[in-house]
């Protein structure tokens, strides 16, 4: 309880690189991870290109597209991978458990195990002679050994008659199944030879003891098709007769190779990829990979008319198919307007060229992406003019991102080619209100609050938001559903602290998003009880609590409770035919809401004096109310 006097003043707020397999300039269908390259071959008989992964012991395989159709694990430590002839199996070399393993190329499935029985290897493998060829060693001591999958999956070591420093390379020419290319990759090398393996056996048709007069050591071999060769490191060619090897040409600088059954030379160098005539100097084709310093790996299809392409980038490998690189490949642009409005007719534009003439009428493919065919929706075929020009119209529905991809299939003599261009298509802006912004109510009124939405495309869904003023009340949904038939949907607020109330329209493909808010007010809960008087009487027209002059009154003030919330104490006096502040003063209030105050008594008869309660927005201890005034108490000092 508090004490005041009536002539007083009351003053009392969170490696090792990823092979993703995709096709070149596109997101791909799934992706996976690669951290050691362990073999990289296409295969026409199934469509795919294989990649191993060494140290998570998988072999991936994508399509000619390069999309991700197939894994399989438990292949420990691949190391290389190699076709049979016909393309129906996969053998992988898998050195962590001394196997070779032999795949279904369709479906992955292993159907055989070879156990090696060496305690290296196998490292490198190949097909040629009705066998499948290995090398297996370490730096300084390595060898040949071969599985004969046709009988009965004999294995054999120690095939190889000179000595073998490291696990030596292997590489084969389908058009000369019997040969076998070898490489050795040890520490001070760059021996090699070319064995005859047709009979089971090798034969050795040319061999070369390393003093590097050839060459400054191997990392790449191959067998060159149709002639007596091999390139060695993507670059030089090694002719072989009687028995040796001798220098016979070169193309530009390499690191690594690999030849098409053709003929045709893809080169390595870095993340550029040239792609030679046989015994050419220029290159007829030069991809730039954009790999990130790493070397490229390449592999052709066995048809010769696709080659692949592993690059390295910062967020992983990608496998991406390069094309045949004989074709000519078109220039086609596309140039849609950067804004349009959604429902209204806009025009894209573009070209078709290329270094040889194209065909009269070419046709082009369009697709268009937005939100409602995420899936792209077939348009009209377009037709190139003489020119090379081209252009279409249509007339976007939906907002947002709209993609036109505009696609040209490839001819004879022309590689495919695509190109797409983005528009920002405009939403409708649709109409949505919320009444009683602004507007005041009683303590714990229950006030409907009625949001109305205008004409949308398809979503008549509104939510309904109450936040009460407070940090201790959160934002809380208190309605959501769809409007009625005349675009109206209400919820009900109890109005106990000022509230902001807020109606959301999500938006819909064709309709934007939508917020209102009205913020309205509540008074609190006010009452007053007087005490220690003897009687109530009129004067005048006004009731009066009626007090002996030597009596104090005692005024409890009941409020609604908020933590730290004061309530004002207003008294005033009359006299001279007015009434008169004696000054105001702030009380808190208990945890029960009540506030209890006593006016000394004034020891004078004759004196009238009124007080109330009030609730100050922002001074009273919060702001989580507006302000309040309790009804006024009149008291009255007799003898």
Known sequence: MRSISTATTLAVLFSSAALSVVAAGSASAASASVYAVGGFVADDAVGRVFVGD?????????????NLVDSVDGITEVTDLALSDDGSTLYAAASGNHQIVALDAATLDVKARYTVPTTTGPRHV????????????????????????????????????????????????????????????????????????????????????????????????????GATQVLVNGAERQAYADGTFTADGAYPAGQDADIAPNGLVAQANGGTVSVYNRDATVPIRTYNTGSNGALTPLAWSPDSSRLFALVGTNSGWVVTPLGNPTLDTPTLTVDAPSTATGGKQ????????????????????????????PSGKALPDVTVQADGTYSFTDTPQAGGTVTYKVSYAGDSGHAPATASDKVTVSFATPTLTLNNNGKVYDYNKAVTFTAHLGSTYRNRTVEIWANPFGADKPNKLIKTGTVDSGGNISATVYMTRDTDVTAVFKGDTRTAPKTVKSTAYAR???????????????????????FHKSTAPLLTTSMTYYKGRKQRFDLQVYYNGAWHSADSEYFPLGTDGKSVVSLDAPGRSGIKARMRSVYVDGTSGDTVNTTTYGSWKYLYFSN
């Open 54 to 66: 060494a140290q998570s012991g998988k072999i991936l395989a994508g399509d000619y597209n390069g």
């Open 126 to 225: 190949a097909v040629a002679g009705g066998k499948v060829w290995f090398t297996y060693g370490d730096q300084w001591d390595g060898d040949l050994g071969s599985v004969d999958p046709a009988g009965g999956g004999t294995v054999q070591v120690g095939q190889f008659s000179n000595h073998l420093w490291g696990q030596a390379l292997l590489d084969t020419d389908p058009s000369r199944p019997g040969l076998l290319a070898v490489g050795e990759t040890g520490l001070s090398t760059d021996s090699m030879a070319v064995l005859d393996v047709s009979s089971g056996t090798p034969q050795q048709v040319a061999y070369y003891h390393g003093d590097y007069s050839l060459n400054s050591g191997i990392r790449d071999i191959d067998l060159v098709p």
């Open 346 to 373: 806009l025009t894209v534009t573009g070209t078709l060229s290329a270094s040889t003439a194209l065909p009269a009428g070419a046709t082009l493919q369009v697709t268009r992406t937005d939100a409602e065919n």
């Open 524 to 546: 609190v809960s006010i009452s007053t009880a007087v005490a220690r008087y003897y009687k109530t009487a009129y004067i005048g027209s006004t009731n009066y609590y009626w």
